[in-house]
């Protein structure tokens, strides 16, 4: 998947990210049921904003989700997930801007693309993406041929364009297509007034989208010899940070205009987690859960203290001992992956500590409350449960699974941390909590 909002599990929190999931989930499907399993491919972050938008200014959540069953990319869970024209909406111009993508891939040559037979194909392929999304658009009423003309108009301003070439010409026909397809949720959702601070909105996103991955992309564009807006315009780098903290701010300003019923994961995508985005493309932010995390860990610590992933993770000398350990010895034990204890220390005395009535082989007792043993699993029996954890995608994308061979607990690859401080508005990130943070 692709796109510039990235959002993390850590900072979304439970009630946010569930409904981030239900418009990425409601996407995929909507995909799927419209134009087949291999549309699936083109479920994109940045579309899904479309979904989000236009569900934030109706309100109706109840009437717009469904219940799906279990999917391999969730980690063979149901799910509750978006449905209704505004994930409609979004696939139609997921499919556009997936087709966008592989045309500027094949207008540059990169990789496989720049062989003939696949360029070929892939050519049919985007072709064929462009009538789906058309035929999708078509049946939610919005006409994607503006979308479709900024495909076409791209390749021909970047061959015009050289040095001293305004930078903002060459990203027009990006912001252009993405005004059109935010201004559209207003109609959608009823909401007529929305549609001007929306088009504003969606254009200087469209502004970031294009900035944002001339950035990232320009040095293996150098490398490679490719054509880069910012090399072929002569555009500094602080040029382009300028623009795009522009860019920022008038989103800020364009979604104050507008009226939601449920703003609240509006704002936290465009607003704060675009702010992230921006910093992550020119390198000014870092992750908060990251080696350099585990270095403050450390510090905090006083450095005895060992570190899980997300940060400290053993008990202080005052803690009980282990049973049988000497005197002065730490409680030492198992953590997951968020740092918290897996079993929980046994107090002295207590009814499930060394000596009490219950502490099932902790200091001799009956009872049985000491979770029972689980051993490791064999060489074949692992790999045969390894097995059918990457064919269901559990491995990447799952909260958690259990490791195949040890049973301690894992994180999915895909949930690995991408946050760092949150540098929105100068508060801590918790202000999300209302949207009227004032950022």
Known sequence: MFGIVRPCSHRLGGGLKSEWMAHLCGLCLALRSDHGQFARVVTNYDGLLISVLTEAQSGSVEDGRRTAGPCPLRGMRTASVARGEGARLAAAVSLVLASAKMRDHLTDGDGVLARRPLAVAARKVASGWDRAGRRTGADVGFDTAVLLDAVDRQPRIEALAGPGTPLLTVTEPTETATAAAFAYTATLAGRPDNAAPLAEAGRLFGRLAHLLDAVEDRESDAAAGAWNPLTATGTSRAEARRLADDALHGIRLALRETEFVRGKLVHVLLVHELRRSVDR????????????AAASGTALSGGTAP????????????QPMMPGAA?????????????NPLITPPAPGGPAGPGGPDDGGWGGGGGGSRPPHRPRRGLLAGCAVALGLFCTCQVCCSD???????????????????????GSCGECCECCECCDCGC
């Open 307 to 318: 570190l899980g992933s997300y940060g400290p993770a053993a008990y202080g000398s005052s």
């Open 327 to 339: 005197p002065g010895t730490e409680w030492s034990q198992p953590v997951d992956n968020y740092g």
């Open 281 to 292: 493309a020119f390198g000014t932010a870092s992750c908060g859960h990251g080696p350099g």
């Open 400 to 422: 958690e699974y259990e490791d195949p061979w040890s049973r301690q607990p894992r994180q999915g690859c895909c949930n690995n941390c991408d946050c760092g401080d949150c």
